[in-house]
Structures are given as structure tokens and as C-alpha cells.
């Protein structure tokens, strides 16, 4: 388990505080469709911390091509008909490039500033000429509207308790997930970045934004600096 982290609950934890099982049985909502609305038809998709699929499938079934990166051997055990990658995120290196690469989960928020530059330097690595990167972002509320509460439609509560300062504009934010059978919870830590925080960290990685892909900026649309966005991408 990595400093700062920690996860409860059945079945196995990962070294960030995900517990296997309980993502395995989180609900998609809408992102999918976001992410299909803002590339290509058929593109091949990197997808960075794939966890359990729980993207990496609809996605599939969208036609997409997938490559599903996981530090998790035990998450990626429950990926199903994609091309599956082992390892951390901000070391990796394939030695080719994809239409899209995609970052979701908030990952961009990591605590430790040398992860999030691993990270979104891996983004840059691997986006192909004409390509772009998906990022999702943490809401402008996310450390400050605590503690709170949602009842899913599919029958379990989620709760964000808290988010604690512990030094260098970093927090130690921790969540419980109630269904009828288990409790898990996650205690992580996750740095807030206002949106000129966020364009400065792409920018350091050799990205910009291209287009804020929801009305809350949750989801964000980046670009090689420099490069012209290809015209298939225009129907986002």
C-alpha cells in the first residue's frame, strides 16, 4: 500500500486504496458516451488505469479498439476483450502512439506532483499526430462540499466524508461505498487544481486544451501544443 493510502473491505485492495470487487460492481453512467462524442468512430483507444473495465467495456461495444493499462494484475483480470498492459501509468512507454489516449478516474489529480507528471507526460508520449487526450477532472466542489451523499439508482450509497489538508496543497480525502451486503472505503490523497492550475500542468506535458467536453469541465478534450485538432474530432 502506497504512503497515504488505504482501502477496507472484501476481497483484494489495491496499492491506491481500490478495492477490486467494489469496482467491478460500480454502474457506468454516462462517460462512455462523452468519450464517444468527442473522437473518432472505430479510434483505438489507450486507455490509463483501466481498473476493472468498467469503461474499457461499453467502450468496446462501441466499436472502439482498446489498450487497458492497470498497475492492478487483479483488476485486469476482470478485463474482458481488450489488449491488457500491467504496470504504473507514469513510467509507461510502448513505443507507439494512439488516436486517443485517455486518463479518467481524476488521475490527473494525484497528490504526488512527480506522479501527475509521469502521467500526463506518458499522455503526450503516446497520442498519435491528429490524435488527442481525454482527461476527467475533479468537480469544483469536490474538496469543499463534504460531507456528502448519493444514493445510486442501482441501490448503494456513496458517501465523501472528507478531505484533509496534510501539507503542500495536497489532501487526504476519504470515501465510503454502502451496499446492502458490504461496506468498502478509500482513503487517498488528491492535489485540487483550479482550472489555470490544470492548463499549466498540461502545458508543462506538452498539451492544451482543446475543448471542455461538459458544462462542468469534468471532462476535457487536450492537445499536443501546437497541433490542429483533426477534423473528425469537430462533431464534439
Not at 467502450?59 to 476483450?81: K, N
Not at 494525484?110 to 488527442?132: F, K, N, Q, S, T
Not at 450509497?157 to 468498502?184: H, I, K, Q
Amino acid at each position: 500500500m502506497r504512503e497515504g493510502y488505504e482501502g477496507t473491505g472484501p476481497g483484494a485492495i489495491t496499492p491506491d486504496g481500490c478495492a477490486v470487487e467494489l469496482y467491478a460492481r460500480l454502474p457506468v453512467r454516462d462517460e462512455p458516451d462523452i468519450i464517444a462524442a468527442a473522437v473518432p468512430a472505430g479510434a483505438h483507444i489507450l486507455e490509463l488505469g483501466c481498473g476493472v473495465g468498467r469503461m474499457t467495456h461499453p467502450l468496446l461495444e462501441r466499436g472502439f479498439t482498446v489498450t487497458a493499462v492497470d498497475e492492478s494484475p487483479q483488476m485486469l483480470e476482470r478485463v474482458r476483450g481488450a489488449r491488457t498492459i500491467c504496470g504504473p501509468v507514469e513510467g509507461l512507454d510502448l513505443g507507439e502512439t494512439f488516436d486517443v489516449v485517455m486518463l479518467a478516474s481524476f488521475l490527473v489529480h494525484a497528490g504526488d506532483i512527480e506522479v501527475r507528471r509521469g502521467m500526463l507526460r506518458a499522455c503526450a508520449r503516446h497520442v498519435a499526430e491528429g490524435g488527442c487526450v481525454l482527461i476527467q477532472r475533479e468537480g469544483a466542489d469536490y474538496h469543499t462540499n463534504l460531507p456528502r451523499e448519493r444514493i445510486d439508482p442501482s441501490g448503494y450509497t456513496v458517501r465523501m466524508l472528507s478531505a484533509e489538508p496534510v501539507g503542500d496543497g495536497v489532501n487526504s480525502v476519504r470515501a465510503e461505498y454502502e451496499f446492502p451486503d458490504a461496506v468498502w472505503t478509500q482513503t487517498f490523497l488528491a492535489r485540487p487544481l483550479t482550472k489555470e492550475q490544470f492548463e499549466e500542468a498540461l502545458e508543462e506535458a506538452g498539451l492544451r486544451v482543446d475543448k471542455y467536453l461538459t458544462e462542468d469541465g469534468t471532462w476535457v478534450r487536450a492537445v499536443p501544443v501546437g497541433v490542429a485538432v483533426a477534423g473528425a474530432m469537430d462533431k464534439a
